[in-house]
């Protein structure tokens, strides 16, 4: 980098959250305020924390309040905090959304048309966004992260398994 440059700097809690961390922000916050199809939040609810579509969601949980457009903001590093966010529920469903896929349904991994799908629910998208978080906390796993898991597992006398390093994971 050249030294007349200045790398964006996250500030705060953000500086230590992950893609997963925000996905389960964004879960908890439907859960507490609610979900919405169709637009970011209802057009009458002048609330600062409405209910919300799962984009909105994600960027409730990257801003920290309503934003007109969650994706268009001067914020450097809270736009690249949700645009990973929103990368990793992408990747994650086109893993796990195809198979469920019809062609009137729209592109199976963008959040937009996903979140918007007729069948959706509030209770899907909800645990979507936390097996995106998990999957994305499994696939982003350091050595020294997973060795530690084994290493306690096996202390424990259990086999290592997915689920259990992703409740060591949480546990820590």
Not at 97 to 103: A, F, Y
Not at 106 to 134: K, Y
Not at 137 to 143: G, K, L, R
Request: glycine share 6%; hydrophobic share 35%.
């Amino acid at each position: 980098m050249n030294p007349t440059q200045k790398p964006i700097h996250t500030p705060g809690a953000l500086a230590d959250l992950t893609p997963a961390d925000i996905l389960r922000c964004a879960a908890r916050y439907l859960e507490v305020h609610g979900w919405n199809q169709g637009t970011y939040y209802p057009p009458t609810d002048d609330n600062p924390f409405p209910p919300a579509c799962v984009s909105a969601a994600i960027g409730m949980a990257t801003h920290g309040h309503r934003m007109p457009v969650p994706h268009e903001v001067k914020n450097a590093s809270a736009l690249r905090e949700y645009s990973r966010a929103i990368d990793a529920l992408s990747d994650f469903l086109s893993i796990d959304e195809p198979s469920s896929w019809t062609s009137g349904d729209g592109d199976p991994t963008c959040p937009f048309t996903w979140n918007d799908r007729p069948a959706q629910t509030a209770e899907q998208v909800i645990a979507t966004l936390r097996a995106a978080a998990d999957d994305y906390d499994w696939s982003h796993a350091t050595e020294d992260q997973l060795e530690s898991y084994a290493e306690s597992a096996l202390a424990n006398d259990t086999l290592p398994t997915r689920e259990g390093f992703l409740a060591w994971l949480g546990a820590r």
